[in-house]
């Protein structure tokens, strides 16, 4: 079990990507922190893990104090925190033609912004565990895409975010960054 005892936040696990990482991490032997939007999904997701293996958060990662509160669940119900995957995203629609400020905006306050506050809520503590962060990116952040212009800017960012932090975090804090796409 080569995650036995670590204990991972995995934002967006209700669905998807996020529920197949975090459903992996428990089979590994790790308790995590389930995230997302549905509250319905996320409690199917806790009681196909185990509530002894999972906590369930539902609240927009975006709002002031999430990423707060997702370390403190994670410490107060599990004791620590070994990992953050940051995997929840917005995927939507948009181009030169149809993207207005408000809606780029939010797209890289999802995609962007709350995987910098939840790294920065969680330096502490994956500092005393020399933690790991990974970053689901996407190739578009390589070579777009005509409709996904907003998305394909955020996951640049995000690429770009992860490097350096990557090159950081390690050589002042001992903590792993790492992205798949």
């Known amino acids: 079990m080569r995650l036995k005892d670590k204990v991972i936040i995995v934002t967006g696990s209700c669905t998807g990507i996020g529920k197949a990482i975090a459903s992996q991490c428990v089979a590994e032997g790790a ?25 369930l958060h539902i609240e927009d990662l975006t709002t002031e104090g999430c990423p707060e509160r997702l370390v403190e669940l ?20 948009g181009n030169i033609h149809t993207t207005d400020e408000a809606f780029f905006n939010r797209i890289l306050a999802v995609n962007t912004m709350a995987p910098f506050r939840l790294i920065q809520s969680a330096l502490s503590r994956l500092t005393e565990t020399r933690g790991t962060v990974l970053n689901i990116g996407s190739v578009n952040a390589w070579s777009g895409e005509p409709d996904l212009l907003p998305y394909s800017v955020s996951k640049g960012a995000l690429m770009t975010m992860t490097r350096n932090l990557g090159d950081t975090l390690m050589r002042e804090n001992g903590i792993r960054v790492n992205q798949i796409n």
Do not use: T, W, Y
């Open 31 to 55: 308790r995590v922190v389930i995230h997302g939007l549905e509250q319905d999904l996320g409690e199917k997701v806790v009681s196909e893990l185990g509530s002894e293996n999972a906590e």
């Open 74 to 93: 994670a410490v107060s119900n599990f004791g620590k925190l070994d990992a953050v995957v940051n995997n929840a995203a917005m995927v939507a629609s």
